[in-house]
């Protein structure tokens, strides 16, 4: 990455170059975790803590299994069983962990900005995943790393993104990323669920009709309905929602031609994506979680050597 990129904060920060970095560097890890032996020592004496102030599966086990791979000393830290319970500030809870001689923080949190708001107060290198409705920018990387491998670029591919893309920091990572490096964009979902400045912000199309978006696209990157961040109802019912939405094998089958599908996970099954869909030929989900662990190898490994940029 550029020596300016000290920390991933964000998609919005990096330039296409830095992107084309990480990915590149992903497809080597790619092949190193293909072997029979896939350790590398990469990142051998560098002592990385997972502070995660949000529940996390994916996620949270895809960085780990990372950091264990370059051979990293890991330290992890769950927020519900810390001192922030006891009212402990996150500043300061990081300025202890630091004064262990930390080399890198992999920072979740529920209030966007929480990771900038580190990165100026800290020398450690900040990896976001995840800031509140803000940005998931390592899950940008996984899903355009997934999308590479499928159809060989990026440029000129034709990407809904479909759901609530009002409460998710991956439509925005996405966007941001997707715009970057050439490809289409349509956003898709309940007109109470996409913010009206998208089309002014990040010049991207906007539709009402799941009918529509589906039959423009060549990938449908399907998203989970946040119920835990609404403060209303913004839809009837969950039914209602899959009736209307929701991407079920019945839709699919009105298409003239197979779409890939994608979801970052988790899935509410029956909801925003029939059981059929996710599991079916033209899913690629589960690459999406296996494409997580190299991607955030490379993340971590070029952090942690600016001079390889």
């Given at each position: 990455?550029?020596?300016?990129?000290?920390?991933l904060l964000g998609i919005k920060d990096l330039h296409q170059e830095d992107i084309s970095l990480i990915l590149s560097t992903a497809k080597q890890f790619k092949e190193v975790l293909q072997?029979?032996?896939?350790?590398?020592?990469?990142?051998?004496d560098i002592t990385i803590v997972n502070l995660f102030y949000e529940n996390s599966t994916r996620t949270r086990m895809s960085f780990e299994l990372a950091q264990k791979r370059?051979?990293?000393?890991?330290?992890?830290?769950?927020?519900?069983?810390?001192?922030?319970?006891?009212?402990?500030?996150?500043?300061?809870?990081?300025r202890n962990i630091l004064s262990m001689k930390v080399d890198m923080v992999v920072m979740?949190?529920?209030?966007?900005?929480?990771?900038?708001?580190?990165?100026?107060?800290?020398?450690?290198?900040?990896?976001?995943?995840?800031d509140g409705i803000n940005e998931h920018p390592t899950q940008a990387l996984l899903d355009a790393f997934s999308m590479i491998e499928k159809f060989g670029d990026l440029k000129g591919l034709?990407?809904?993104?479909?759901?609530?893309?009002?409460?998710?920091?991956?439509?925005?990572?996405?966007?941001?990323?997707?715009?970057?490096?050439?490809?289409?964009i349509k956003v898709c979902g309940p007109p109470?669920?996409?913010?009206?400045?998208?089309?002014?912000?990040l010049q991207v199309e906007v539709t009402y009709s799941v009918e529509d978006a589906l039959q423009w696209c060549d990938v449908a990157n399907v998203l989970r309905i946040q119920l835990e961040r609404q403060n209303q109802p913004l839809f009837s019912s969950l039914r209602e929602y899959n009736l209307a939405y929701g991407i079920t094998r019945a839709k699919l089958d009105k298409l003239q031609q197979p779409i890939t599908i994608m979801h970052p996970g988790p899935i509410n099954r029956g909801v925003e994506l029939d059981s059929d869909v996710a599991d079916g030929p033209h899913s690629i989900i589960l690459d999406q979680v296996e494409n997580g662990v190299a991607v955030r190898m490379a993340v971590m490994f070029l952090l942690s050597n600016p001079n390889r940029s």
């Open positions: 990455m550029k020596s300016a990129v000290q920390h072997r029979p032996v896939k350790k590398v020592p990469s990142l051998r370059l051979s990293a000393d890991v330290i992890n830290f769950s927020a519900s069983t810390s001192s922030a319970k006891k009212g402990e500030t996150l500043l300061d809870t990081v979740r949190h529920s209030a966007s900005g929480a990771p900038h708001f580190l990165a100026q107060h800290i020398p450690a290198a900040i990896v976001n995943a995840g034709k990407v809904a993104i479909i759901g609530d893309i009002m409460h998710s920091r991956v439509a925005l990572s996405n966007m941001y990323l997707l715009k970057k490096m050439g490809a289409k109470t669920l996409i913010p009206k400045h998208l089309v002014e912000a």
